[in-house]
């Protein structure tokens, strides 16, 4: 993932300006194909245009203004704006005004076409001069109801360009013009006029037959199918609304000693903010006054609520689960993780796949060759049997059949769906490009500390000497060690409050360097650390033992005697065997690499059942060791959580970053795990694999349907009015196989 060429890339990118905008009027994949063409003809400009979100990435050099971007889309038939700060954007609405104009369009299409097929197809229905009705409820359809579709073919041409707008307009228009000229100047409109229906092309006297059902039928379907995909795409997004609405709305803040209701975008760093029991935290910081639990079920998708008190951080966006909690805000507005999230999840959509940047190719060959075909099949029908009729009717079905509007959702749509999905749950996937990667990886590396195991040290176990009661060594020793700041010494304390409960207070505390602390604790003199020698036989056993298996061990003891052994030891996390477990069942080989000594590693992979150990290695080596890893063929995926792992998550060819570690893993990760849980890995992994499938099943789906119908069309097997049908529903399939990842457990 990492090379020379890409840092030469990201170098430039450093020293291009980046914009996001709205981009109206695209109806379909061939309309973001011009436009991103359009953009990208500027000089030094970079453009991904999505149809699915209806937006641009731009990315554009010094000197360029986004006024010329703008401008660029507009000339190319299109509208495109910036879009409005978050906070300044209007609520969110039932329907967007877009979609109900649609809707309008749609009804009134739907009730003004279902006669004029009704009378078209059954024959009893036919009365003296019905097919004037059929023109006045038909007229309406095909210039009003089909307007989105000529507007947009007319700006297409305008510009020398056609798109899937042009297949429509084009035959609608022919179908809806053909029957003009049979009913004003042939036969069609002598009363008495009689026709049947047939679901393939009918020869007949051209001067006799007439096409408005076919033209008001298609039409309607058409824009039920352009109803249903917006509707289906509004919730598709839905995910990412969802996440920047579970955010706080106000919040009360501490103001000379007194709470004030505010806005929470009124918040500053530094501000101490009340959380009361129930309420949601406003934003990052850290708790300065109370103790609580915190549930952060919403954001991270874990159940458990975690309990925090005075230094504990808190994120923006949980509910506070328990008591009264002060706290002093650390992060504010779009630096907070709520808004990285969204940033993030917006980006992924924003951004393609290479087999959606394949689809887009493929669709802007593909309307010119469709208009090729329907000439040709009009010239071969007209040639091989002289009936108009026939050659005009199979012309119309191939170009309304051809329409390849599915191919252009097949991705935006399981990319939108699967990567909102995926936020819910708490994995954030960076770009599209990413679920590539997850399909080949087969190698997993896992940094050990804070990734498999918890990060920080927890007492282990407790050897206490022949007569001394475990009870009363925890006790005194947990009392002097809560007096140090030592990590090891507030492990043991811990520990020892956890078990025995409050501890006694000290006197005359010394921290002795190199050796340990000591103290007077209920009138003993009381030395944990480096201080005795001579130790009993079971004790010298139980400290070798714990320090064979990669434990601290710490001696305790009381008036001039060792009285005990404590073994402090960086914990697994509980979770973590099973999520090696569910790496392996995903055909993936686990491997730990760790600065630790090989003998604590070669522990925590024996309690997590992994086989490959790579220990004893520096932050800077951890990179050479991934390298090493892919040029032994393998397709590595790296899971950390600190800065010495940024680097490594770049160099692999799938970065995993626990969203529980620091800014720059996450930086540096493909995929961004919420929480600090090493299942969640499994899960991402899963979830971008099943999005890949879901998008290759689209585009065999869309692409396979296209080819397959055309031949159908041009043969003559299809009536113009089921094509239409067939072709919206297509894209409906896409659409509803795409929703079926919002069902990904």
């Not at 229905?125 to 109801?145: I, K, R």
């Not at 073919?153 to 000229?181: E, I, K, P, Q």
């Not at 600065?595 to 932050?619: F, K, M, Q, T």
């Amino acid at each position: 993932m990492t090379t020379s060429t890409s840092a030469v890339a990201s170098a430039a990118d450093e020293q291009q300006a980046q914009v996001e905008l709205l981009i109206g009027g695209m109806t379909c994949a061939s309309c973001a194909a011009r436009v991103e063409k359009k953009l990208n003809r500027m000089d030094g400009v970079r453009a991904t245009v999505n149809f699915a979100t209806e937006k641009a990435r731009v990315s554009y050099p010094e000197g360029t203004e986004v006024a010329d971007l703008i401008a660029t889309v507009e000339r190319t038939g299109y509208t495109a704006e910036e879009p409005a700060p978050r906070e300044e954007e209007a609520p969110e609405v039932a329907e967007d005004p877009e979609a109900a104009a649609l809707r309008t369009r749609l009804v009134v299409s739907a009730l003004l076409a279902v006669p004029v097929v009704l009378m078209a197809m059954v024959p009893a229905l036919q009365f003296d001069n019905w097919q004037w009705l059929s023109l006045t409820l038909a007229a309406p359809v095909v210039v009003w109801g089909g307007l989105p579709f000529h507007r947009a073919a007319w700006a297409n041409a305008r510009h020398g360009a056609a798109s899937m707008d042009t297949l429509v307009s084009v035959g609608t228009l022919a179908a809806f013009g053909w029957s003009l000229w049979a009913l004003f100047f042939g036969d069609a409109g002598m009363p008495g006029m009689r026709h049947g229906f047939d679901l393939t092309v009918s020869r007949g006297e051209g001067a006799s037959q007439i096409y408005l059902e076919a033209a008001a039928g298609v039409t309607a379907f058409l824009l039920l199918g352009r109803w249903l995909e917006a509707h289906a795409k509004r919730r598709a997004g839905s995910a990412l609304r969802a996440l920047m609405d579970l955010g706080a709305k106000d919040v009360a803040v501490l103001r000379d000693g007194r709470e004030e209701r505010v806005p929470v975008d009124r918040l500053a760093v530094g501000d101490r903010f009340v959380v009361r029991p129930g309420e949601k935290v406003a934003t990052d910081g850290t708790v300065v006054e109370g103790r609580s639990a915190v549930d952060a079920s919403l954001l991270t998708g874990e159940s458990v609520p975690e309990d925090v008190g005075p230094g504990d951080a808190v994120t923006g966006a949980t509910v506070n689960a328990g008591g009264r909690l002060v706290v002093e805000a650390t992060r504010v507005g779009a630096d907070t993780r709520l808004a990285r999230m969204a940033q993030l999840v917006e980006d992924a959509q924003s951004g393609k796949a290479r087999v959606q940047r394949l689809a887009d190719r493929v669709s802007a060959v593909f309307v010119p060759v469709v208009l090729l075909i329907a000439v040709a099949t009009f010239g071969g029908w007209l040639g091989a049997t002289g009936d108009t009729v026939a050659a005009f009717t199979a012309a119309v079905a191939v170009l309304i059949i051809a329409c390849p509007c599915a191919l252009g959702l097949a991705t935006p749509t399981a990319l939108l769906v699967g990567t909102g999905r995926g936020a819910q749950l708490g994995i954030l996937i960076k770009g599209p490009e990413v679920l590539e990667s997850t399909r080949r990886v087969d190698t997993v590396v896992l940094d050990k500390t804070g990734t498999v195991t918890t990060g920080h040290m927890t007492l282990h176990e407790t050897h206490a000497a022949e007569g001394t009661d475990e009870a009363e060594l925890l006790r005194l020793a947990g009392a002097v060690e809560h007096a140090s700041e030592h990590p090891v010494a507030r492990a043991i304390a811990a520990g020892a409050e956890e078990r025995v409960g409050a501890l006694p207070g000290v006197e005359e505390f010394e921290n002795v360097p190199g050796r340990g602390v000591r103290a007077r604790v209920a009138g003993r003199a009381v030395a944990v650390g480096r201080f005795y020698d001579d130790l009993p036989p079971a004790l010298a056993r139980a400290r070798d033992e714990a320090e064979r298996d990669g434990r601290t061990a710490v001696v305790a003891g009381w008036d001039g005697e060792p009285r005990g052994v404590l073994a402090v030891a960086d914990a697994v996390k509980e979770t973590s065997a099973e999520a090696v477990a569910g790496l392996r069942r995903l055909g993936l080989t686990p491997v730990l690499l760790t600065g630790d000594n090989r003998r604590v590693a070669e522990s925590v992979a024996r309690a997590v059942g992994i086989d490959e150990v790579i220990a004893e290695v520096l932050p800077e080596e951890k990179v050479a060791v991934v390298e090493r890893l892919r040029g032994q063929g393998r397709t590595v995926a790296m899971v950390g959580d600190g800065v010495n792992d940024a680097a490594a998550l770049a160099t692999a060819d799938l970065g995993l970053a626990m969203g529980t570690g620091t800014d720059a893993a996450i930086e540096a990760g493909d995929l961004t795990l919420v929480r600090g849980d090493l299942r969640v890995a499994g899960d991402a992994i899963r979830l971008s694999r099943r999005t890949l499938g879901t998008i290759k099943g689209n585009l065999v789906w869309a692409f396979g349907y296209n080819v397959a119908a055309l031949p159908l069309a041009a043969a003559g097997l299809l009536n113009p009015m089921i094509a239409g049908a067939a072709m919206a529903f297509s894209s409906v399939f896409v659409v509803t196989n795409s929703l079926r990842l919002r069902a990904f457990r």
